[in-house]
């Protein structure tokens, strides 16, 4: 998988129905990031499990890779490096 460039947001991390699954939401923006839920290889960094379930949201400063162009109206796909300073808070 080619690598364009990381991108650390902060923002609100969602779990919920629909594809994709998990979701970041970007502070003080209307944008969300879709993140690639690769049956196969679909991992979420150490620093997250625990926080993001059907019950809580976990907010924080993700590192993300860019798997799409920035387009407007339409959600970018996204993979996640990384996550620093994430706490969750119960929906």
Do not use: Y
Not at 5 to 17: E, F, K
Not at 25 to 36: D, N, P, S
Not at 77 to 87: G, L, M, Q, T, Y
């Amino acid at each position: 998988m080619r690598r364009w460039l990381l991108l650390t947001v902060h923002g609100r991390m969602t779990a919920g129905n629909g594809t994709p699954t998990v979701r970041i939401w970007v502070t003080g923006t209307k944008r969300i990031l879709g993140v690639e839920d690769d049956e196969i290889s679909f991992t979420l960094p150490p620093k997250l499990e625990g926080h993001i379930d059907w019950d809580n949201n976990a907010w924080g400063n993700f590192e993300v890779c860019p798997l799409t162009k920035d387009r407007p109206g339409v959600m970018r796909k996204v993979c996640v490096e990384s996550a620093d300073r994430v706490h969750s808070q119960p929906r």
